[in-house]
Each structure stands twice: as C-alpha cells, then as structure tokens.
C-alpha cells in the first residue's frame, strides 16, 4: 500500500509543478506544433503554418483558400498525428485559413518562422536563471527518470520562450504569457469573457 501512496504523492507533486509553472499544457502543445512539418509533409509544410493555439485549438494560416480547404480533409489524421508526438490529447481542433502565410522579418531583414524547429529548440542555451528554475521543477521527485521528464519539459519550455522574446515576442505583466502585437490576446480574452 505505501508504495501506491508513494506514486500516487509524486504524481501530484510532479502535476502541481507543472501547473504552477503553466508548462504541462502549454509545454505539450508547443511541441505538437513544432511537429507540423513532420505531420503534413514537406509539400503542406511549405504552403502552411502554425500560428496560435487557444484552449486546445490549433490555428494554421495557409498560402489559399484551396491549401485550407485540403488541409481541412485531413484534419482528424492531423491531429491523431500532432497528439501522438506529443505524448497526449492537447489538440483538439484545428481551424485553418487561407488568408496566406505572415512571416516576421527577423534583425538582418529576412523572413522568419513563427515557430522554431526542434533542432532551433535544441540549440539554445539557457542562463543561470532559466537553469534554476529547470532544477527546481524536479525538485522533490525522488523518482530519476520522473525528475529526468519533468527537467526536460520545463526546459522544452524555457527554451520556447527564450526563443520567442529573442524574436520580439512580450511576456504580459498581468498574466504572464507571451504575446506579440499591443495586446495579451489571453487577458483580452478573459476581459471579453
């Protein structure tokens, strides 16, 4: 019975520290995005792109209303596919428009992708802050290869955003998310709610 208790008291030390650092969802949807290439091809891949996801919703800008429209056909092996790799159930739908590609102009006035590519993930490399907050998310966890997940995930996702403020991105001083443009799109929402 201890041992059943034992497991039982991590797990809800391993979801508390996710949910407190607002990585598990975020973390796993992210990286169901960052597979969209892989999923669709490399044909697809050239003619769409991720943009945002919102409760579980991945919206996808496409070069034309015909490249949506396809997409759209494939929707459920989409999705099947993008929760696969990312180890869960975090999307749950995808809207596609075919209002064409945005691309940001990065420093040297080239275009940009508006998510980076596992590889890009792989490559950055954190400071001593991120670092500490990558240990403390396990600590506590006696269970190494749980520890050895969850130091992954938070690094996953200090990583992301890292890679995203590099591009201009804004963390929102009311709620914490990123955010390009003027406006935190989630505090507007909640304010629209």
């Not at 070069?63 to 929760?83: C, D, G, M, V, Y």
């Not at 792989?122 to 001593?128: A, K, N, P, V």
């Amino acid at each position: 019975m201890r041992r059943r208790s034992d497991l039982s008291s991590m797990k809800d030390l391993v979801s508390g520290t996710l949910k407190r650092y607002h990585l598990e969802t975020r973390t796993n949807q992210e990286k169901a995005a960052s597979y969209w290439a892989e999923v669709v091809g490399e044909k697809a891949a050239s003619a769409s792109a991720p943009d945002t996801i919102r409760d579980g919703i991945l919206f996808v800008n496409c070069r034309s209303s015909t490249w949506a429209q396809e997409l759209t056909f494939l929707k459920p092996r989409i999705i099947e596919e993008l929760n696969k790799r990312a180890g869960g159930q975090v999307i749950k739908d995808i809207r596609f428009s075919g209002s064409g590609l945005k691309k940001a102009k990065d420093a040297a006035g080239g275009e940009e992708e508006d998510h980076p590519s596992p590889n890009e993930i792989q490559d950055i490399e954190l400071g001593g802050n991120e670092l500490k907050r990558v240990a403390q998310a396990a600590e506590g966890v006696t269970d190494e290869k749980l520890a050895a997940k969850i130091r992954n995930a938070m690094e996953s996702g200090q990583k992301f955003e890292q890679w995203r403020l590099a591009r201009g991105w804004r963390k929102c001083r009311k709620c914490g998310d990123l955010y390009k443009g003027l406006i935190c799109f989630s505090c507007q929402l909640s304010a629209d709610s």
